[in-house]
């Protein structure tokens, strides 16, 4: 067997590691009456008697979409449960279907909204709000740094509801939710933490704030990805259709149903882009999936099991588990020490095995020894290097 390592077989692993670089890939709950998420079940993630409108839209991401969205005392537009719509009503209504438009992409963790730096900066809307949300928005952050210590959250001053270029300006707006602008861009970001609403609903508290702040780094529901029927099945006939005028033997998962009645099937939508992030496993226990519950007719559940092993939760998650910790790494992988350990070590080692030579070459004397020569070496160099990144924790 050819086991002599030459200087081409030396540079030839230098060259070939080096290429093989790349960095490691890596529960919304929602009070049944009044929609809301938190570490109580009154808090509001959707306002209570808030009323929800189902459009359809055509984009150039998703094709034909249906949203369920709802309108802010503030004006501001909220889909997806608590996702604010970069936009105004107006300009969503323009993205209805055979009207064109580019409805703005949203993913489970979208690359291309990362702050920079793993920076990301807020203020808040008032010295009120400041007042009524620092304890709540300290914890979230804290909760949030303990598996990604490498993200910076830089407070800005002075306290100010005008929007600022590339800052999340937090309010307390009563009766207006709990939600937030999806990852950085370089416009007003926002969020919202209720803190009371007369008409009724309750408070935004500290799990509200780190599932909002897990929109604000950049993530978005797992109970939206393209492969959540595998592992939790949506079940239409249980969503609370939020009507009194839904006919006998009718459920959410008819059409042609009268206008007011299931408004809410929008925020189960499945987003199906290839271009979007949606590497890793699915994880019922990440702090952005909703419980088993959600927007149900009492009694019963929108979201169950759908293979072995699966257990949808009936209440939110506190914090982030490993999962979610892993997904912000690879958003921020410039500033994660695990990816820069991986990257240094030249991991995850993507590296191919090569046929040896056949019968009869000759290897040794040769002017010029062919490649196949070298493929023991290459071969027990890429397993050893597949060994030291699965020990490392980055295959």
């Given at each position: 067997m050819y086991s002599f390592v030459s200087t081409s077989v030396l540079l030839s692993l230098s060259v070939y590691f080096s290429l093989s670089l790349s960095a490691p890939s890596s529960p919304l709950t929602l009070d049944p009456r009044m929609g809301s998420y938190g570490e109580d079940n009154d808090s509001p993630l959707c306002p209570k008697f808030r009323n929800f409108t189902a459009l359809t839209i055509q984009d150039d991401f998703y094709g034909a979409r249906d949203i369920s969205y709802f309108v802010t005392n503030t004006g501001r537009v909220i889909v997806d449960g608590d996702v604010l719509y970069d936009g105004t009503e107006d300009q969503l209504l323009g993205r209805r279907?055979?009207?064109?438009?580019?409805?703005k992409p949203r993913s489970?963790?979208?690359?291309?909204?990362?702050?920079?730096?793993?920076?990301?900066r807020y203020k808040y809307a008032s010295n009120d709000a400041e007042t009524k949300l620092k304890a709540i928005v300290d914890e979230a952050i804290k909760r949030w740094?303990?598996?990604?210590?490498?993200?910076?959250?830089e407070r800005v001053m002075p306290n100010s509801n005008a929007g600022e270029n590339g800052v999340l300006t937090i309010s307390a707006t009563e009766c207006d939710g709990c939600h937030s602008t999806i990852g950085y861009l370089n416009s007003d970001r926002r969020m919202n933490l209720q803190q009371a609403c007369p008409s009724g609903g309750g408070q935004c508290g500290a799990n509200t704030a780190t599932h909002e702040f897990g929109h604000a780094l950049g993530l978005i529901h797992e109970h939206q990805r393209p492969d959540r029927e595998s592992?939790?099945?949506y079940n239409c006939?249980?969503?609370?259709?939020?009507?009194?005028n839904i006919p006998a033997g009718k459920t959410c998962c008819d059409s042609g149903l009268p206008a007011g009645c299931c408004t809410k099937r929008g925020n189960f939508d499945i987003l199906t882009d290839a271009a979007l992030d949606h590497t890793g496993k699915y994880d019922v226990g990440s702090i952005m999936h909703y419980r088993r519950n959600s927007f149900a007719i009492s009694g019963k559940e929108t979201l169950t099991s759908a293979a072995a092993g699966i257990v949808v939760p009936s209440t939110n998650a506190a914090n982030p588990d490993q999962t979610d910790f892993d997904r912000i790494c690879k958003i921020y992988s410039a500033q994660c020490d695990k990816v820069q350990q991986c990257k240094n070590n030249g991991c995850p080692a993507n590296c191919a095995t090569f046929l040896p030579c056949p019968s009869g070459t000759k290897c040794f004397g040769a002017p010029e020894p062919p490649f196949c020569c070298e493929a023991?070496?290459?071969?027990?160099?890429?397993?050893?290097?597949?060994?030291?990144?699965k020990q490392l924790g980055c295959d």
């Open positions: 279907k055979g009207q064109g438009g580019n409805y489970f963790s979208n690359n291309n909204r990362k702050w920079p730096g793993g920076k990301l740094k303990t598996g990604a210590p490498y993200l910076t959250f592992y939790v099945h006939k249980n969503l609370d259709p939020g009507c009194n023991e070496a290459l071969n027990k160099a890429c397993e050893a290097k597949k060994q030291k990144c």
